[in-house]
T-cell receptor, first 109, second 115 residues
Framework: GENVEQHPSTLSVQEGDSAVIKCTYS??????FPWYKQELGKRPQLIID?????GEKKDQRIAVTLNKTAKHFSLHITETQPEDSAVYFC????????FGRGTSLIVHP | DAGVIQSPRHEVTEMGQEVTLRCKPI?????LFWYRQTMMRGLELLIY????????DSGMPEDRFSAKMPNASFSTLKIQPSEPRDSAVYFC?????????????FGDGTRLSIL
């Protein structure tokens, strides 16, 4: 089955800085890569996803890049704000996504 | 749309007791997933259903765990007997056509504490 590794486990940035979270996957057949944001005590919510036929997707301050050759994908958050503080999960798979262990992002005002 | 509805939100019980978690998926979603979230293991897929039929239960930790989906709008996850190591947040999620890369929608979760 798919194995998704996510780094770092914790990321601390100052407000206004950029944040980058990286994930690698093992199954070359994987073609769908969602990213979920989970605020403390809340449900995971989809913030952006990318499919294998594109290399990059952007939505306002959030972007995701995918390198199929290297089997890694990344989440980029620019101009971070305190409300971006949460745990972010990456997922990868060709049918049912496997999730990474999560990255706790802390944005200091 | 009311989203995925889970109950109870919190459950505290003593070890050895039976625990039943409930989930109502989004109407029209024919896939339903049960996840367990812990600090140590992250978000683990326990089992998923398609059209009320269990497809993959390889993530169910042991025979103490069972899941059913008697109809398209209701599923249960049961633990009997419960143990302290079962303490976690249990999420239910639903989606349409994951093979066509449709995202999963999560419920608010059940925070389970086994004393």
């Amino acid at each position: 089955g798919e194995n998704v590794e996510q780094h770092p486990s914790t990321l601390s940035v100052q407000e206004g800085d950029s944040a980058v979270i990286k994930c690698t996957y093992s199954d070359s057949a994987s073609n769908y890569f969602p990213w979920y944001k989970q605020e403390l005590g809340k449900r995971p919510q989809l913030i952006i996803d990318i499919r294998s036929n594109v290399g990059e997707k952007k939505d306002q301050r959030i972007a995701v890049t995918l390198n199929k050759t290297a089997k890694h994908f990344s989440l980029h958050i620019t101009e971070t704000q305190p409300e971006d503080s949460a745990v972010y999960f990456c997922g990868g798979g060709s049918y049912i996504p496997t999730f990474g262990r999560g990255t706790s992002l802390i944005v200091h005002p | 749309d009311a989203g995925v509805i889970q109950s109870p939100r919190h459950e505290v019980t003593e070890m050895g007791q039976e625990v039943t978690l409930r989930c109502k998926p989004i109407s029209g979603h024919d896939y339903l997933f049960w996840y367990r979230q812990t600090m140590m293991r992250g978000l683990e897929l326990l089992i998923y259903f398609n059209n009320n039929v269990p497809i993959d239960d390889s993530g169910m930790p042991e025979d103490r765990f069972s899941a059913k989906m008697p109809n398209a709008s209701f599923s249960t996850l049961k633990i009997q007997p419960s143990e302290p190591r079962d303490s976690a947040v249990y999420f239910c999620a639903s989606s349409t056509r994951p093979h066509s890369n449709q995202p999963q929608h999560f419920g608010d979760g059940t925070r389970l504490s086994i004393l």
